[in-house]
């Protein structure tokens, strides 16, 4: 079975740093991007980082340049989302996804999601 577990999350004041942490089992970890969402209440999901051995690094929104960097692990097939200085509107439930194209099929997986809030 396809599971990818984030953990990490949890209670920080701003300015703060937490790291994510996606755990992917049962698919070739190689073949896939692996991207991290967020969604905060009332928004709609909006893309984070995505990290892939085909195309690298990819910043989704201007809000983590600078702050948020995204690394793997391929010998644990997880990815790693670093997140320093922290802010409030970074307040969110934060989603891992798996995605790829395979023989001419779109995959397309998520974790069950982890809390990050920050204090003022």
């Known amino acids: 079975d396809v599971q990818l577990q984030a953990s990490g999350g949890g209670l920080v004041q701003a300015g703060g740093s937490l790291r994510l942490s996606c755990a992917a089992s049962g698919f070739e970890f190689d073949d896939y991007s692996i991207a991290w969402f967020r969604q905060a209440p009332g928004k709609e999901r909006e893309g984070v980082l995505c990290i892939s051995s085909r195309e690298g690094i990819t910043f989704y929104g201007d809000f983590a340049k600078g702050r948020f960097t995204i690394f793997s692990d391929n010998a644990r097939n997880t990815v790693y989302l670093q997140m320093n200085s922290l802010k409030p509107e970074d307040t969110a439930v934060y989603y891992c996804?798996?995605?790829?194209?395979?023989?001419?099929?779109?995959?397309?997986?998520w974790g069950q999601g982890t809390q990050v809030t920050v204090s003022s």
């Open positions: 996804n798996a995605n790829a194209w395979l023989t001419s099929l779109r995959y397309d997986y």
